[in-house]
């Protein structure tokens, strides 16, 4: 058996490996160092562009369900975040280049791995292809999918935080402590009073921003990934019922929670740089520097990356896709990751094993059904793949999982989310052991 993947990303590389590891011989496309999106820098697999964190851990939340469901799957992607986390509270967070060079290592020293450092510019239907190209495909790859698809294709724009140095800090002005004393105070906090904060609002709502080029129309921008200013633009208060809530959080200085408050959380193992928590922005640079100088303790940071805005592209995917994974009208053509509308890092990952396990079903001849609608990775293949006129990508949500009476009438939401995650796991265990 053996089948191309095309894209090393996230998806590409857990498809990847879960097929190798069951027999198929996998010729892996990646496009770097050859050529190189505008947001990716590095020449390993699985860069992460947007956020070093995988989200929280916890049974009881989406993101942590959606981990637990991954390692019933067969995960490696969650093997490599262990060898590179870095301390986060009650999030996975990793340092970003050991998790990339951990992720290849894994892809290039399989033995039923073929790693090919080319631009892919058409699809052979002949044979199951699994494109896992990501939301940054571009040129005649884009051009064929957009071919392939009738022109079914949707675009937004997503953004990317600044990072700065940890010497460059006032940690006279800053103090480090976890939302409601979870984990070993893994982030660093710049508390607000009411008059910093008006003032930081109002300078970020009037700040220049940079110009998107190669857009026609309106902009489109992902809820999940939001340009800070963007936020802010939405209202006085938005900012501070979002990433800069003070809940959880006392200042240490004043006794008292902040009026606002903006988290830095750790960017590598050494702890010598952190990222602004919320802050993707399509600001200036100057801007940036300028604005976010005026958070408490920022008042003299060394930028080592400003924020950027880059054009995602993602498929109509409830128009195009089966639950498969594969196109209606081309079904050798199987996509995963971002492009499908799985919107972040883990479902990325998720999603590259569920096509997996949908492809090599199709290599053996044998049917496929994806897991249950009450699991976290079924409900979000079922959001995918349900006739939507104003379908966007979505990331794993306990929303979107279906309820019961029984359930529902559960008063406490963390007793319900954990009835929800344990009815899930039991049915995605069961899904998986099949």
């Not at 340009?227 to 008292?256: K, N, Q, Y």
């Not at 940071?301 to 924020?307: I, Q, S």
């Not at 979107?400 to 009815?423: G, V």
């Amino acid at each position: 058996m053996q089948c191309k993947i095309i894209g090393a990303g996230l998806a590409g590389c857990e498809a990847a490996l879960w097929l190798a590891d069951h027999g198929v011989d996998v010729t892996l496309f990646e496009q770097k160092p050859v050529h190189f999106s505008p947001a990716h820098k590095s020449g390993d697999f699985a860069e992460l562009i947007c956020s070093n964190s995988l989200k929280a851990e916890r049974p009881d939340s989406a993101s942590g369900l959606l981990k637990l469901e991954m390692r019933a799957m067969g995960s490696h992607l969650l093997t490599a975040a262990e060898t590179a986390r870095v301390a986060a509270g009650g999030a996975l967070a990793v340092d970003r280049d050991v998790f990339s060079r951990a992720v290849t290592e894994m892809v290039e020293n399989h033995p039923r791995i073929t790693v090919r450092r080319e631009e892919v510019t058409a699809v052979d239907e002949s044979e199951p292809v699994l494109i896992a190209s990501g939301p940054l495909t571009e040129g005649a790859l884009a051009q064929q999918i957009a071919e392939l698809t009738g022109s079914h294709r949707l675009s937004f724009y997503d953004a990317v935080a600044p990072i700065v140095t940890a010497e460059s800090l006032d940690m006279d002005k800053i103090f480090a402590a976890s939302r409601y004393g979870r984990g070993e105070a893994d982030y660093l906090n710049c508390p607000f009073s009411k008059a910093e904060y008006e003032a930081f609002h109002a300078a970020l709502t009037a700040a220049e921003r940079a110009p998107l080029h190669d857009f026609d129309g309106d902009l489109t921008v992902y809820e999940g990934c939001m340009p800070i200013e963007v936020m802010a633009g939405r209202g006085a208060d938005t900012m501070r019922f979002g990433p800069l809530r003070p809940v959880g959080l006392r200042d240490p200085h004043t006794g008292h929670r902040p009026w606002a408050n903006v988290q830095l959380r750790a960017e590598n193992t050494a702890r010598t740089l952190y990222n602004l928590v919320g802050f993707q922005t399509n600001l200036k640079w100057g801007e940036q520097k300028r604005v976010f100088s005026m958070i408490p303790g920022l008042e003299h940071a060394e930028f080592v990356r400003y924020g950027v805005m880059h054009r995602n592209t993602f498929l109509e995917s409830p128009a195009v896709l089966t639950k498969e994974q594969c196109l209606k009208e081309h079904p050798n053509v199987f996509f995963a990751g971002q492009i499908t509308g799985f919107e972040g890092y883990m479902e990325s990952a998720a999603s590259g094993l569920l096509a997996a396990h949908s492809l090599y079903a199709r290599l053996r001849g044998e049917s496929y059904t994806p897991p249950p609608p009450n699991t976290m990775c079924g409900a979000l293949m079922d959001y995918i793949t349900t006739p939507n006129k104003d379908f966007q990508p979505m990331g794993a949500n306990m929303g979107i999982l279906p309820r019961t009476a029984e359930i529902d009438a559960i008063r406490d939401k963390r007793e319900r989310y954990m009835a929800l995650s344990e009815s899930a796991q039991a049915a995605m265990n069961a899904w998986a052991a099949d």
